[in-house]
């Protein structure tokens, strides 16, 4: 009879960059259960509400997570509009677009670097972190801000991007591509990657669905559920937009997901600068919420959908801010899928859902 | 860089190459992967031997994020007192100086001087790589002094640990308080005192 | 569609396992539950959402229960349901019963219980006890937080809102 351990994981470990607890369950080497422990990163912040107006919250709504920070701009702001049944430009909403995009793009190249450390690959940790340099650098030449960009507002964008300066970012990401296909390349291609990941935390479709499991987790396991499909903003501009999938549903199949939405956000980008309209950018916004107005919106952070819950109450602060992300929902297919694994896959696992514990935490 | 060299005793092994260890107490993120970033080519720490170690008793540096809430205060401490003299610490951030934009959450205790003694602050939202280099250079000075002091038998110098407005105390974390370097001031109020 | 038009549907508490059902048996998805701090009359309101793909149509039931009320887990139908009604019984006092995987009140290590029912924007810093057995509390209940001015919610929150802004507003 193997006799059962209990082995904690984190929150402090190498290859976490957020603190998040689990306690594994284990029979000799395989994991039996695992039961995530959050909390490290709670900060309260939904409290708030009661201190900061509905326009200065947009402050606060960006600082629930570093790595997803213009998403959370986008989703709160799309959020307060929905609820004050205010029309943004058409010009903004491309501009949000194409830095959401941009967002996307250096959650994933993060994400890689992350992972290939874990896998002791250090150099190209390295080559994917500074190849991200060149996304921050244009963060910092449009908006002055390279993690935390100060840029969508209720109402549309905070300043206008002019089309040269778009030109200039798509000419960028051109020239990155190369690198990137290389960087991607080394890492997909490799044998001892494939080979640890291969046929590693595998979730069924089936599951995927039962679990509620979103973004390239779910996307991975052959769900093509996305919010960018469903015609929103920008969106609908796209001549032609299908969510990346796979049918393998394992470790491997998830960095491959994520690998290809890099590329497909170069091209949503390229695409959206090309065709985006001419016009104002900002709208200046009346009034306070009405009593008792709600809305739910839904965006697509790099990890998954994420949702927006705003309960307003006649008075410039809002009664109720609730942010639901991805993580969230996917903490529960994680222990799932950590089922029937060995000890020494746990930190793969882990890395693969690409866990942004401070998102889901507030 | 040009750092005073405060060795009397011949070429210090502390500035050469001290390791990092770096947690994130509640940080939204935004400054840990700017503490990360400083590591990758462009901002390059490793040039001062800087390696970024999960182990807290091979650290000399530590590099802390975040306005520390409940849950986290616990390993702060613990990873603090794991590591070994000298040792240095560094708030990162604007939401580690003082708690950010969260400072009056319910579950934020406003920085990480709250919680162990801190030798540099590095302000931001998210701190600038330059910045945290600049605070690391600092810090390696400090550190010099530390082992300055610890090799002369002098006691270390800690900072104090800023507890709330009005009570100021000083934590006192190193084990065996006989031996307990720096004088302890017994706090104005509330007399159950700060000595371990 | 440029906005994104979610139901909300007014329910009774009791229902909602009826519903949950339903729903999954429509394959429908779960989006989240969470609660709302207590309106006037002192009645909590938890809010279920859920989605259908097929329509792209978000649906949010509501339903306003006394504090410390309980009410049934979803992580029986949808089992991603535990971790956002284990956040809801630690800020909000909500019992929910049979969840899949009960923390018991340890989700959160908070300051104090149901730290979201308390609607004072200023509130009191607990008594926090030091690790050698001295104590301490920080700012008095009703003084502001350091550096914080107290905003006035009747207060415009725009510039040319207030009502001696001199002419009409200039154009934006």
């Keep these: 009879m193997a006799k059962k351990t209990l082995v904690p994981f984190g929150p402090q470990h190498p290859v976490l960059p957020e603190p998040v607890h689990l306690d594994l369950v284990l029979e000799d080497e395989t994991v039996v259960q695992a039961v995530p422990q959050v909390g490290y990163v709670h900060r309260g912040l939904e409290n708030l509400v009661d201190k900061r107006d509905f326009q200065q919250f947009t402050y606060i709504a960006e600082r629930i997570c570093g790595i997803c920070s213009f998403g959370h701009s986008m989703g709160y702001s799309q959020a307060v509009e929905n609820l004050m049944g205010i029309e943004v430009p058409e010009r903004a909403e491309y501009l949000r677009v194409i830095f959401h995009e941009m967002s996307r793009m250096h959650s994933h190249l993060l994400w890689l670097g992350l992972a290939a450390d874990a896998f002791g690959f250090e150099s190209l940790f390295m080559h994917s972190w500074r190849l991200r340099e060149r996304l921050l650098d244009i963060f910092e030449r449009t908006t002055g801000g390279r993690v935390i960009l100060n840029f969508c507002i209720p109402g549309g964008v905070v300043h206008d991007i002019e089309n040269t300066e778009l030109e200039a970012i798509v000419s960028t990401l051109r020239g990155m591509r190369e690198d990137y296909d290389q960087i991607a390349a080394t890492f997909l291609d490799d044998a001892s990657v494939r080979s640890r990941l291969s046929g590693v935390g595998y979730l069924s479709k089936a599951d995927a669905r039962t679990y509620g499991c979103v973004g390239p987790m779910a996307r991975a396991s052959g769900w093509d559920v996305d919010v960018r499909n469903n015609g929103l903003g920008a969106y609908s501009a796209l001549a032609d937009f299908k969510p990346v999938t796979s049918q393998d549903g394992d470790c491997y199949a998830r960095c491959q997901v994520r690998v290809e939405e890099v590329r497909q956000s170069i091209d949503i980008i390229t695409e959206l600068a090309s065709k985006i309209p001419d016009g104002e950018t900002l709208v200046k916004i009346k009034g306070n919420p009405a009593e008792g107005a709600e809305s739910l919106t839904r965006i697509e952070q790099p990890r998954g959908e994420a949702i927006y819950y705003i309960k307003g109450n006649g008075t410039k602060f809002l009664e109720r801010c609730r942010v639901r992300t991805p993580t969230s929902t996917n903490i529960p297919g994680m222990c799932a899928t950590l089922g029937g694994s060995d000890l020494a896959d746990v930190p793969n696992i882990v890395l693969t859902i690409d866990p942004c514990i401070s998102c889901s935490e507030r | 860089m040009s750092v005073k060299d405060t060795s009397k005793k011949g070429a210090s092994y502390v500035k050469k190459s001290p390791w990092i260890i770096h947690y994130d107490a509640a940080s939204c993120n935004g400054c840990d992967i700017e503490v990360l970033a400083s590591l990758t080519p462009l901002y390059d720490v490793e040039r001062f031997g800087i390696i970024n170690t999960g182990n807290p008793r091979h650290a000399d540096i530590f590099l802390v994020t975040g306005s520390v809430n409940e849950q986290a205060k616990p390993v702060i401490e613990q990873i603090y007192s794991q590591m070994v003299e000298p040792k240095v610490v560094i708030a990162c951030g604007i939401c580690a100086c003082s708690g950010g934009v969260f400072k009056t959450c319910y579950n934020t205790m406003g920085g990480i001087d709250q919680v162990i003694p801190v030798d540099v602050y590095v302000p931001g939202c998210a701190v600038r790589p330059e910045a945290l280099i600049d605070g690391v250079v600092r810090a390696l000075d400090i550190l010099e002094q530390k082992r300055a002091a610890m090799d002369a038998g002098l006691p270390v110098p800690t900072p104090e640990v800023k507890l709330g407005v009005e009570t100021p105390r000083v934590l006192h974390t190193q084990d065996d308080p006989d031996e307990s370097g720096t004088p302890i001031e017994p706090a104005a109020q509330g007399g159950e005192g700060a000595k371990r | ?89 630690d800020l909000y006092d909500i019992t929910v019963r049979n969840i899949s995987l009960d923390y018991h009140g340890n989700f959160y290590q908070v300051t104090c219980d149901a730290p979201m029912m308390d609607r004072d924007a200023d509130k009191p810093r607990r008594t926090v006890s030091l690790g050698n057995g001295g104590t301490y509390a920080t700012t008095a209940p009703d003084a502001p937080v350091q550096g914080e001015a107290r905003q006035d919610p009747a207060a415009p929150a725009h510039e040319d809102e207030r009502p001696d802004a001199a002419g009409a507003a200039t154009g934006e």
């Design chain 3, 1 to 89: 569609m440029r906005f994104q038009d979610t139901k909300f549907i007014q329910i009774d508490a009791q229902d909602i396992l009826g519903i949950a059902t339903a729903k999954r048996a429509d394959d429908w998805r779960f989006l989240e539950v969470h609660a709302n701090r207590p309106n006037k009359e002192g009645k909590v309101e938890i809010v279920w959402s859920f989605f259908d793909d097929r329509a792209l149509q978000a649906v949010a039931y509501e339903a306003f229960v006394d504090p410390g009320s309980s009410v049934d887990s979803l992580s029986g139908i949808f089992p991603c349901a535990f971790m956002f009604e284990n956040e809801m019984h």
